[in-house]
């Protein structure tokens, strides 16, 4: 008798043990199913992965030149081979722009927005890469918004919009792009939505809000708003797979960095330091006070 109670008990256990079991290769199953089955998802869990945990910028060293003189900024954007731009002003709650900041901008007549001039050329080339890959068009539902049509937007959205003066959309500079189908969050179940983010820094442009930043950023991921910051910082900025906030602060003051064929430096407005023999350089002041200058050397 006591053995058979016995057998039971251990019997039962078995039981227990192999539904247990069973219960953790069905969550294990439905892991797979929606990894393997749902592009997006397994898209977007192979970008968070392949982040690298620290917050530095890859391929990017510092250096040093012996050959620099310096210059006043004015001085320096009077060169015939420097342009200026706002390519890199880093907008958020800390960094806000003004009421009557007003960005250089131009009209998109074939999308019928208005965009920052420094960011359409570069739109144009991304459109067509996108065309040629999916045969999609590239859709553009929001691009500049002045600080009233910001201040609209908060009241018509509340907490998903940014309030007036946070938001880039006041540079020109920040696009929400769609596809036929696919807008807003399903953008990145689209083929094309997956392409955009993973080539538009190859264009000049960033995912401003990505999946790993919402920490760095305070906004949770929106892969389909894109933010023109200019080449080789967009390059840069996907393949370290960081924040702008990050790529920004990573920048010591003064300093040189290289990256391929240009150098790259951040200085104060005052004085700038400005390397020999360089081939083009574009100066962005980045809203914390600094500027951020781009050169290409020969
Ligand atoms: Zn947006």
């Known amino acids: 008798m006591k053995k058979e109670v016995k057998n039971n008990r251990r019997r039962k256990k078995r039981n227990g043990t192999k539904i247990l079991v069973l219960l953790w290769a069905l969550v294990f199953l439905v892991i797979g199913f929606e990894l393997f089955f749902r592009n997006e998802i397994k898209f977007i869990t192979l970008d968070y992965l392949s982040r690298v945990s620290t917050c530095e910028i890859s391929k990017v060293k510092e250096t040093k030149l012996s050959e620099t003189e310096s210059v006043s900024l004015d001085e320096f954007l009077r060169y015939e081979n420097v342009t200026a731009n706002e390519a890199l002003l880093l907008v958020n709650e800390k960094y806000k ?57 908060k009241a018509e959205e509340g907490e998903t919009a940014q309030e007036a003066g946070c938001s880039e959309h006041q540079t ?117 006070g600094a500027v951020i200058i781009t050169f290409k050397m020969e």
């Not at 991304?126 to 201040?151: H, M, N, P, V």
């Not at 910082?233 to 602060?249: A, C, G, L, R, V």
């Not at 104060?268 to 574009?282: H, K, L, Q, R, W």
């Open 172 to 288: 020109g500079l920040a696009l929400d792009v769609f596809v036929k189908n696919f807008a807003g969050e399903s953008f990145i179940k689209s083929e094309s939505g997956q392409f955009i983010n993973e080539n538009c820094g190859d264009y000049g442009f960033i995912i401003r809000y990505p999946i790993f930043g919402e920490k760095k950023t305070g906004i949770s991921f929106e892969p389909w708003h894109l933010r023109y910051v200019g080449l080789p910082h967009s390059k840069i900025i996907n393949e370290s797979k960081i924040t702008f906030e990050d790529y920004i602060d990573s920048f010591e003051m003064g300093k040189l960095y290289s990256y391929e064929n240009y150098i790259i430096t951040r200085q104060n407005t005052d004085t700038i330091s400005v390397p020999e023999g360089f081939e083009g350089a574009v100066a962005s002041e980045d809203n914390t």
């Open 97 to 153: 722009i003004s009421e009557d900041y007003i960005p250089k901008t131009v009209y998109h007549d074939e999308r019928a927005v208005e965009m920052n001039a420094c960011a359409k050329d570069s739109f144009d080339n991304l459109s067509e890469a996108l065309f040629d890959e999916t045969g999609e068009t590239l859709f553009i539902s929001s691009a500049y918004r002045d600080y009233e049509k910001q201040k609209e937007v």
